[in-house]
């Protein structure tokens, strides 16, 4: 009877019957009282009874699942068995990756953790100029120079601008003005000229002289036109009404020239994310169907950048050609076009032709370096941002419940971007190393963060909890006792007398994996949770909490030793909390063993098997139906949801390499013609 009760409850129950409809109680609590009462409420996906706000998203397994029924979705739900789930289609997954899930022993009503897959494709059309043009706009220029200043650029002076403009979009410079900025120019070219003189007696430690710099070769900072920048009283005079607001736009010198050295261009991206979510599965959910929209957005936006600039190379040959050609060493060449780990910078001169009317005093300081890897990471950061800002704005017309943390792959350029926001992992196993690719942000691990972000905010604290930390939690009877503590600022310890205040509830309660974040939640990065308040309490948590990535980068075009055995892992915490990094490397390999490349048949198998294979260590096995979950060593295993991607790098590496390779022929074909 039990069984077919539980049965009924999982065909028909509502799990989600009343979350989103209080905005004061805590978010765990409603969800809850939602599964508690839902046994009588309509499908899952249907509308409810009681008269809320609608869905945005409805609530599915992921797409390359192939789960299309509510029924579907119910079998993969039983917290009883727990199956391991797999896709029915290998080609819903480029070469042939591996995914597995199982639902929680009962935590939660739903599997609240969510997965993505995603191809997309870039596309733009690039000229020479205007390339150039996005370049210069990146070069610290002289402010008041004749070319004109784009929207970028533009600054006020001394809260005067000026917005005199012409029929023909073209900033003009009066003659009186252009003899001031002539005068102005000829000023700190003389000064540079002594400046120059006096590094040139000077050398460095090693006896080496120091460089010395060209004036023509050098940019200034557009920073320079800020009102925060200290200005000579002379140089603003001269220039402060200089600046123009016309947008950047240099005519080609010819229409033929345009027409002729004008591309279609493409680059082709694959993304792979995952979403653990938590106290609900609607942010998750959301997530999933919207962010790699998101990162396309933000990556389509310096698609001719990326295009132009991450496909060159600078390889020894080249450099060395050059060298002959111009005399120049090519270890300044190499300096001045890539990084130390090999990325392209994009604003340097020598991406400017000679005729490029741009006065350059100095190279950009080192911070403000931009690089093809600096834009991916830009475009990675800020999709994280508005996935987040667009959930808040959700939230307010739609039932969408709880929040999710957020682990995205993005394979792109030859290169793998991992980011991270939650305490989800992926780790590389390549060459028989294994590379950590993201941090498990959690309670513990931000301490620092959180308790300084209390002291500097007290009024996020409210009237219940302290910034303050204690060797121990202090009870009434230590009251005008010394006790050990230490302040956000602190890394050591030291005494302090105790306190009515310090009896407060602290910031970070408990220790390791059993910290939370003002006793409520044990995340601090990810998306959602802004209703969420600190249990009993009035004090609202999501100030604590960012969706703040961590991105970090594996070039992957240079490694000739990758084979089928390196692979991406990347699991949420359910597969982690059990298994190690170390242990889930040797799971997969002893899996992949058993499928021979020499076996055609069962070998596009070995990624999904091995994805089967982490999520059963995790899992274990139930020893009393359902309850009592043990590992093969009957230690205790997870009862969370387990999600799992294991990803090999040889075949996105191969076909990236085939695909520069064609993109070149092509290009150069078309260059031939024209």
């Not at 609607?282 to 919207?290: D, I, P």
Request: charged share 25%; glycine share 6%.
């Amino acid at each position: 009877m039990l069984n077919k009760l539980r049965s009924f409850y999982n065909s028909v129950g509502s799990l989600d019957t009343a979350v989103g409809q209080s905005t004061t109680a805590n978010d765990a609590n409603r969800s809850k009282v939602a599964s508690s009462h839902s046994l009588f409420s309509l499908s899952s996906n249907a509308q409810h009874i009681d008269k809320g706000p609608p869905l945005k998203h409805r609530y599915t397994r992921p797409q390359f699942l192939q789960l299309n029924t509510d029924d579907e979705i119910q079998v993969s739900a039983d917290h009883v068995i727990r199956p391991i789930i797999v896709p029915r289609d290998l080609n819903k997954l480029p070469w042939n990756a591996g995914y597995a899930e199982c639902i929680n022993a009962g935590k939660s009503a739903r599997n609240e953790d969510q997965a993505s897959i995603c191809k997309g494709l870039l596309r733009a059309i690039i000229t020479p100029e205007s390339i150039e043009a996005k370049v210069a706009d990146m070069m610290p220029t002289i402010p008041g120079h004749s070319r004109s200043v784009p929207i970028g650029s533009q600054r006020e002076i001394n809260g005067d601008t000026s917005n005199e403009t012409t029929s023909g979009n073209e900033s003009k410079v009066s003659s009186n003005e252009a003899e001031n900025v002539s005068e102005q120019k000829t000023a700190v070219q003389a000064k540079l000229e002594i400046d120059k003189n006096e590094v040139s007696e000077n050398s460095n430690s090693n006896g080496e002289m120091n460089e010395i710099v060209d004036v023509d070769n050098v940019v200034l900072a557009s920073d320079l036109c800020s009102p925060s920048t200290p200005f000579p009283p002379e140089i603003v005079e001269s220039f402060k009404n200089e600046i123009s607001d016309n947008v950047f736009t240099t005519p080609p010198s010819s229409p033929s020239l345009l027409k002729s050295t004008t591309m279609e261009e493409s680059l082709p991206w694959l993304y792979f994310g995952i979403f653990d979510g938590h106290a609900g599965s609607g942010v998750a959910v959301a997530a999933s169907n919207t962010l790699h929209k998101i990162v396309q957005d933000k990556l389509q936006n310096i698609a001719d950048i990326l295009i132009t600039f991450g496909l060159k190379d600078v390889e020894e040959k080249e450099e060395k050609d050059e060298e002959l050609s111009t005399g120049v060493n090519s270890t300044s060449i190499n300096h001045n076009r890539l990084t130390k780990d090999g990325s392209v910078i994009v604003n340097h001169d020598n991406h400017l032709s000679s005729s490029c009317n741009v006065a350059l005093l100095f190279h950009p300081a080192t911070d403000k370096i931009v690089t093809v890897d600096g834009l991916i990471i830009g475009a990675l950061e800020l999709a994280f941002w508005e996935m987040d800002n667009q959930i808040a704005l959700d939230k307010r017309k739609y039932r969408m419940s709880g929040g999710c943390t957020a682990l995205v792959a993005l394979f792109i350029l030859g290169k793998l971007f991992v980011s991270n926001a939650g305490d989800s992992r992926a780790i590389v196993h390549k060459n028989g190393e294994i590379l950590p690719m993201s941090f498990d942000f959690t309670p513990e691990s931000e301490r620092e963060r959180i308790k300084y972000l209390g002291l500097l905010r007290p009024e996020f604290l409210g009237s219940d909890f302290t910034h303050l930390e204690f060797v121990r939690r202090p009870t009434r009877r230590d009251i005008g006792k010394r006790l050990l503590y230490r302040d956000a600022y602190m890394t050591g310890w030291a005494y302090k007398t105790i306190t009515h205040e310090d009896l407060k509830v602290p910031l970070i309660y408990g220790e390791g994996k059993r910290s939370r974040v003002l006793v409520t939640i044990g995340v601090t990065r990810g998306f959602g949770d802004h209703e969420l308040r600190a249990q009993s309490s009035e004090v609202h948590i999501k100030p604590f909490l960012t969706p703040q990535p961590e991105v970090r980068l594996l070039n992957l075009t240079k490694d000739d030793n990758l084979t089928d055995s390196d692979v991406l892992i990347m699991g949420t915490d359910g597969l982690w909390d059990i298994t190690t990094n170390e242990k889930a490397v040797e799971i997969v390999q002893k899996s992949l063993e058993h499928f021979p490349a020499n076996d055609t048949q069962r070998f596009k198998y070995r990624y999904i098997s091995a994805a089967q294979d982490l999520v059963m260590h995790s899992r274990g096995k139930s020893k009393e139906r359902g309850k009592g979950w043990r590992t093969s060593d009957n230690s205790a295993a997870t009862i969370d949801d387990i999600s799992v991607f294991v990803i090999p790098l040889k075949p996105f590496r191969q076909e990236y390499l085939k695909w520069k390779e064609a993109h070149s022929i092509v290009k150069r074909e078309f260059l031939n013609k024209s």
